[in-house]
């Protein structure tokens, strides 16, 4: 069987099944997590990440010899920033509309989930500098790519986003459109399959990674209007030590040109047959 070739809506509920609907109970590794001691310095050192691994090629489940893994830019990262610290890294996979919650709680000590700056979040917890920008694409089915080539077509029309993320805000600004907020991008991409809805907002690389393992659907010409789209890593407020080091990983990667290295290799990844 093909990886993550060319899906039928049959393959991606079955992909949904077997990687993403679980989430709760799917955890990589709970050892450090599910005791509550993220960040305890007196166990080994450990840092636990946060993140909703259904957002190709940002963070997605994907099969390597054989095993279920989590792989994505913002998963290589946070190797970096763990490596960097001289921790292990715990990946914990859970609802992206949940984490700055479990941040907060400190169940987990950084979020890495293709998180966009907002005032909003930068209020609740810290925010790192921008380590990557994209811009946002409107995902439709094949027949209706001409019909919404522009934001304004997309008035009164049926849409699917992602529930807590910025799209969900755009999606709010568009007039009469009636919103379908999911937890999972796979579950909109089959709402999309199944004309529940007629269109999606999403990063562009998401969008680029859907559209080439989804048979059906395509980027339309629209360009959703956004005021920041660089993404962020968080920590819980207040943790300095942990957001400077952060910072220090992010500004190295940066220099030597690894983020963008490391964007190109999971957008093969995601694609890759
Ligand atoms: N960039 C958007 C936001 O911050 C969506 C991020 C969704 N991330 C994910 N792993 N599902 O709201």
Redesign the pocket.
Known sequence: MKKWGKLSLGMLIAVGLMTGCGTNNNDDNKNAASNGNAGSETAAKTLTLG??A??PP??FHKMIDGKDTIVGFDIEIAKDIAADMGAELVIRDLP?DSLLNELSSGRVDIVI????YTPKRAEAVGLSDVYFKAEQAVVVREADKDKFATMDALKNTKIGI?TG???EEIAKEIEGAKLTSLTK?TEIVMQLQSNRVDASIM?GPVAESFVKNVKGLVITDAKPVVEDDGYVIGVKKGNKELLDQVNTTLKRLTADGKIEEYVSAASDLSISK
Do not use: D, N, P, V
Request: hydrophobic content about 30%; charged content about 20%.
């Open positions: 993140t909703s259904e957002f940002y963070e992206f989930s293709g998180l966009s992602q993320s910025i799209q991008m990063e």
